[in-house]
């Protein structure tokens, strides 16, 4: 009989050393661009869609403000994105992408096939794990907050 609490039996521990590997792999590629993993997260969604918001980088990314700010301001500092507060609002800051941010995506190119070989797997595999965790990314995102449904138990009482 399998034990149910074993560590190796966890699919949280599973994606947790997964995603730990695959950022270690990414890592001595992201660092002689200049570029940390989550940063390398901002660029591609910037290279994806140049202007975007922060607001908008957060959803994208499932980030707070509070983690995203500090990675755009060493972003800028860095000279790859300016930060734009918008003439109509106020409180809405752009980011977009420097000449020198743009032009790294061109060094960025080849890492996704870089990594993609580096993985002994067919890349069917590849494509299907991904797929399969997309799905349960978004299944996860649509069931329901459990402490936001303790809150609201909690508050009826």
């Known amino acids: 009989m399998t034990n149910p609490l ?14 730990r590997a695959m950022t270690a ?22 290279w994806e869609n140049d202007g975007r918001s922060v607001g908008d980088l957060c959803g994208t990314l499932a980030l707070d403000s509070g983690t995203l700010s500090p990675l755009l301001k060493r972003l800028q500092a860095s000279g790859l994105v300016e930060r ?8 809405r800051v752009e980011i977009r992408l420097t000449d020198r941010g743009r032009e790294l995506r061109t060094q960025a190119c080849d890492l996704p096939a870089h990594i993609a ?32 449904d303790r809150a609201s138990a909690d508050r009826k009482r």
């Open 6 to 19: 074993a560590l190796d039996q966890q699919l949280c521990f599973s994606l947790y050393t997964a995603s």
């Open 117 to 148: 070989e580096s993985v002994d797997m067919p890349l069917d595999d590849v494509v299907a794990l991904r797929d399969t965790l997309a799905r349960l990314t978004a299944a996860l995102n649509t069931l329901p907050d459990p402490d936001a």
């Open 25 to 46: 792999r990414y890592r001595p590629k992201l660092e002689a661009m200049g570029l940390t993993y989550p940063q390398y997260l901002v660029m591609l969604t910037l």
């Open 84 to 91: 734009i507060r918008s003439a109509e609002d106020e409180r």
